[in-house]
C-alpha cells in the first residue's frame, strides 16, 4: 500500500491539537498481541459447547426428526429442536418500543416445525467439547416435507410491490414533476438496466456468542455492532425485561450490518444455557453464515437519464427491484442518494421487491449506495460518451444550488472541488475519451471515475466521564469498535477536550452497563458516541469549575471561570492556572463524574435546515489483457469531503477498505442461489471472492478541508461507508474506457467481456 497525502486539517481550538493528529490505535497492541478478547474467546467455568444443525431443504416441515443417537453420543448434554425447546414468543413486534422494530423484534428459534429458508437452524446440540457437538449433529436424522418455493429475482418481477414497512425510514417512492413527459422530450437519454447478485459479508470474526445466566440475570458476550439492538432483540424474543439482559462486546473482528442485530448464535445459546444452567458457547460457521446472518439481496435496477444537448439533465429516474424474504421484508434504500445527487427538474426514485423463500436481507455496508451508485454512476458516464461530454464536466453540469428533492441547502458540499482535486492529481486529462485506445502490449489501458456521496447521520447517545484525583479520565459508553477505530478517536476527543495528553484517557466500551448509544453502523458512530462525549466533557468541566471557584481549597477560589480553558493539563482562568491533577486533588479527592447526551440527528433543527452529506469522487485506472478479458487494477484515488478529519490515520483505513469493496462488487463479489433449491451455492471464503492483497492497487485518498459546523460540535461527518460509495461504478467506468465493452451485469468478470 502506499503513503497517504492528507491535508492538513484545521487545527483544533484547543492547544492540544490532538484532534486531526494520525494517531496509532490505542487498541492496536492488544489486537496484535492477543490480549484482545473475542467473543468466542471468553472463558467461563463449565462452558459447554453447542453446534447448529441447518435445514437441508429451503422450504417445507420437519416431518420427523430423530435425535436418539445423537443423544447417546458422547458428551452430549443437550439436542434441541422444535419439539423442546424453550417457549418463545411468536415472530414479531418488538418490547422496546423506542428502538424501531427491524431492530429489536422477537425472532425465535427452533420453535416451529416450518423451514422457511436453506440453512434455517432445525437443531442445536450442546456437548462438553465443540467436536462432539459437532460429530453428534451429524447423527441426526430429519426428513421433510418439502414444498416448492420462489427463488427467482428475475423470473417473478410480476409479483413485485411496494415495501409495506419499511425503506430504511425513507420514503419508498420519490416523485417530482413530470419524468415520463420529459423523458420522451429529452433529446439525449440512456435508459439502461443493470443487475447485482446476492452478496455476503464476512467479518473476520464470525457472529459467535457464550452466553451464561446467573439467577434470571442474562449476560451474552458476543460480537455486536449495537448492543442495545442487540439487548432489546434478545429480550424480546425470550420474552424478558431488556434490563435484565446484559451484552458485552469491547473488541469486534468487523462488523458490515450484520452485527447490527442478534442473529441464531445469540437466541440460541442464551435458550440452552437456560435449559443447561451451564454457560454456553455457540458460532455460526463460515458457511453456516451465509444463509443466517443477512445479505445484501440480489437487485435490477433500472435508470433512465433524460438531458438537453448541452448535458443538463431534465429527467432522473431510479428503479428499483430487489429480493426480498417471503417471511421478514427487507429493503435496502437503494435508490435514495439519487434524491440529492444532481440537479433535475423532473424524477422519481422507486423501490420494489419481490418475496422470495430465503433469509431476510440485511444491511451490508453501504445500504443503499453501494449497489445503487454502482448501477447509477455507470449510467452518467454512459450519458456522457452519447453527449460527448467529459463524464466530470457532465456532473458539474448537473451541480445542484440546494439538496434537488428536499429543497434545503447542504450543509458543506464539495463534491467539484473533489472531483476537480481528482483530475488534477489522477492526471485526468491524459486520458483517452474514445474507448479501446489505450494500449500497453497486450494490455488495452482505461481510466474511469465516479462520484459518492453519503448521508452524514447522527444516532442518540449518551456517556460518561469521570476524573480522578491523579487526573485520569475514564469514558464509558456502550459503543462498539469494529475497528474503526473508535477507542482512538474517541479518546482523541476526549483529550482534545480536557486539554490532556491521550495517555490520561482511558476509553471503555462495548458494555451495556455503560451509557447506551446509538453504536456503529450507518457511518454515524464518531458523530454519535463523539458529540455525547464532547458533551460529557464539558459537563465535566464545568463541575470542576464550579468546584473550584468555590471550594476553599482551590487556587482558583473565586475566579471567573467563563474564562476558564483547559490545555496542557493545566486549568487557567486569567492569569492563574493550576494543574487540572492538582486541582482535583484538592477541592474533591473522589473525583468528578459527569454525562452527555446527544439528540438523534433527524428530530434537530440542523438535520431539518441542512441536507448533510458526505462527498468524494473516485478515480479508477485497469488494464484488461486482449486476449483472456483478465481485468487488474492499476491505481484507485479518491478525494473526499468529509469535514472535518478527527484522525487521518483511521479515516484512511476506513477510506481504502470501502474503495477495497467496491473492487469486489465491481469484480468479485456474488453469491449464486441455486434458483432451483434455494441455497446459495458458493457458501464459503474459497468460493466467495473477495479482493485480497493482490488484488488491490495503489490507493491514494486524498481528504479535502472541510469543517461542517450543521453537523456536530467537532465539525466532522460520517466516512465509514463513504469510500464504497461511486468506488465500484469507477472501476466499471474504467473497464469500459479500456474496452468499450459496457457490462451491466456485476460482478465484471471476464468472460463477459470477450
Ligand atoms: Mo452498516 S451496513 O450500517 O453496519
Not at 67 to 84: G, K
Not at 113 to 128: F, G
Not at 378 to 396: F, K, S, T, V
Not at 411 to 436: I, Q, Y
Request: net charge neutral; with cysteine.
Amino acid at each position: 500500500m502506499t503513503e497517504t497525502k492528507t491535508r492538513e486539517n484545521r487545527p483544533s481550538k484547543t492547544r492540544s491539537g490532538v484532534i486531526g493528529r494520525p494517531i496509532d490505535r490505542i487498541d492496536g497492541p492488544l489486537k496484535v498481541t492477543g490480549g484482545a478478547t473475542y467473543a468466542y474467546e471468553n472463558a467461563l467455568d463449565g462452558t459447554a459447547y453447542g453446534y447448529i444443525l441447518g435445514a437441508a431443504v429451503a422450504k417445507g416441515r420437519i416431518a420427523e426428526i430423530d435425535t436418539a443417537e445423537a443423544e447417546r453420543a458422547p458428551a452430549v448434554l443437550l439436542v434441541m429442536t422444535h419439539r423442546n425447546a424453550p417457549a418463545q414468543p411468536d415472530f414479531g413486534p418488538a418490547v422496546t418500543p423506542t428502538v424501531p422494530e427491524v431492530f429489536t423484534r422477537a425472532r425465535p428459534a427452533l420453535n416451529s416445525e416450518r423451514v422457511r429458508y436453506y440453512d434455517e437452524p432445525v437443531a442445536l446440540v450442546v456437548a462438553e467439547t465443540f467436536e462432539a457437538a459437532r460429530a453428534a449433529a451429524g447423527l441426526i436424522k430429519v426428513r421433510y416435507d418439502e414444498e416448492p418455493g420462489l427463488y427467482d429475482l428475475p423470473g417473478h418481477m410480476a409479483d413485485a410491490y411496494a415495501p409495506k414497512r419499511t425503506n430504511a425510514g425513507f420514503e419508498t417512492d420519490s416523485v417530482i414533476g413530470d419524468f415520463e413527459g420529459a423523458f420522451a422530450a429529452a433529446p439525449v437519454k440512456i435508459d439502461a438496466t443493470y443487475r447485482t447478485p446476492f452478496e455476503h459479508h464476512n467479518p473476520m470474526e464470525p457472529h459467535a456468542t457464550l452466553a451464561a445466566w446467573s439467577g434470571n440475570e442474562l449476560t451474552i458476550h458476543t460480537s455486536a455492532q449495537t448492543l442495545a439492538n442487540f439487548r432489546a432483540g434478545v429480550a424480546s424474543t425470550l420474552g424478558i425485561p431488556p434490563e435484565r439482559v446484559r451484552i458485552v462486546s469491547p473488541f469486534i473482528g468487523g462488523g458490515f450490518g450484520s452485527k447490527l442485530i442478534a442473529h441464531a448464535d445469540t437466541i440460541l445459546a442464551a435458550l440452552a444455557a437456560q435449559v443447561l444452567q451451564r454457560p454456553v458457547k455457540i458460532a455460526l460457521t463460515r458457511q453456516q453464515m451465509f444463509a443466517n446472518a443477512g445479505h445484501r439481496a440480489e437487485m435490477i435496477q433500472q435508470v433512465r437519464l433524460g438531458a438537453d444537448t448541452d448535458g443538463r439533465l431534465t429527467g432522473i429516474a431510479h428503479d428499483v427491484w430487489s429480493a426480498t424474504s417471503s417471511f421478514e421484508e427487507y429493503c435496502e434504500q437503494t435508490a435514495v442518494f439519487a434524491r440529492s445527487l444532481y440537479a433535475a427538474p423532473n424524477r422519481v426514485t422507486r423501490h420494489r421487491l419481490v418475496p422470495l423463500d430465503i433469509n431476510r436481507g440485511e444491511w451490508m455496508r453501504s445500504p443503499g449506495e453501494a449497489p445503487g451508485m454502482l448501477a447509477f454512476e455507470c449510467a452518467m458516464d454512459e450519458l456522457a460518451e452519447r453527449l460527448g461530454l467529459d463524464p466530470i464536466e457532465l456532473r458539474i453540469r448537473n451541480e445542484p444550488a440546494q439538496d434537488p428533492e428536499r429543497g434545503v441547502p447542504f450543509s458543506t458540499r464539495n463534491l467539484v472541488a473533489c472531483m476537480k482535486e481528482g483530475a488534477r492529481r489522477f492526471g485526468w486529462e491524459r486520458r483517452n475519451p474514445t474507448p479501446g485506445r489505450a494500449r500497453e502490449g497486450r494490455k488495452l489501458i482505461g481510466c474511469g471515475m465516479a462520484a459518492a456521496i453519503r448521508p452524514n447521520y447522527i444516532g442518540a447517545a449518551t456517556a460518561r466521564v469521570a476524573i480522578d484525583r491523579d487526573g485520569r479520565v475514564t469514558a464509558r459508553l456502550d459503543m462498539t469498535d469494529i475497528g474503526t477505530g473508535t477507542y482512538t478517536i474517541l479518546t482523541q476527543i476526549a483529550a482534545d477536550s480536557l486539554g490532556l495528553p491521550i495517555s490520561s484517557i482511558k476509553v471503555e466500551l462495548g458494555d451495556s452497563r455503560f451509557p447506551r448509544t446509538a453504536g456503529s453502523g450507518g457511518s454515524w458512530g464518531a458523530a454519535s458516541a463523539g458529540s455525547a462525549l464532547y458533551n460529557a466533557c464539558n459537563a465535566l468541566k464545568e463541575r470542576i469549575l464550579e468546584a473550584a471557584q468555590s471550594s476553599e481549597a482551590s487556587p482558583l477560589r473565586g475566579a471567573n471561570a467563563t474564562e476558564a480553558s483547559f490545555a496542557d493539563g493545566e486549568v487557567s482562568v486569567g492569569q492563574r492556572s493550576a494543574s487540572l491533577a492538582d486541582l482535583v486533588r484538592r477541592i474533591a479527592p473522589g473525583g468528578f463524574e459527569a454525562e452527555g447526551s446527544v439528540a438523534a440527528g433527524a428530530a434537530t433543527q440542523s438535520y431539518k435546515a441542512y441536507s448533510q452529506h458526505s462527498n468524494g469522487a473516485h478515480f479508477a485506472e485497469v488494464a484488461v489483457d486482449c486476449d483472456t478479458g483478465e481485468i487488474r487494477m492499476r491505481r484507485m484515488l479518491a478525494v473526499m469531503g468529509a469535514g472535518r478529519i478527527l484522525n487521518p490515520k483511521t479515516a484512511r483505513s476506513q477510506i481504502i477498505g470501502g474503495m477495497t469493496w467496491g473492487i469486489g462488487a465491481a469484480l468479485m463479489e456474488q453469491t449464486v442461489l441455486d434458483r432451483r433449491y434455494g441455497h446459495f451455492v458458493n457458501h464459503d471464503l474459497a468460493e466467495y471472492h473477495v479482493p485480497i492483497n493482490g488484488d488491490v492497487p495503489e490507493m491514494e485518498v486524498v481528504f479535502l478541508e472541510e469543517h461542517d459546523d450543521k453537523a456536530n460540535p467537532f465539525g466532522a461527518k460520517g466516512i465509514g461507508e463513504l469510500g464504497v460509495c461511486g468506488a465500484g461504478a469507477a472501476v466499471a467506468n474504467a473497464i469500459y474506457n479500456a474496452t468499450g465493452v459496457r457490462v451491466r451485469d456485476f460482478p465484471i468478470t471476464l468472460d463477459k467481456l470477450l
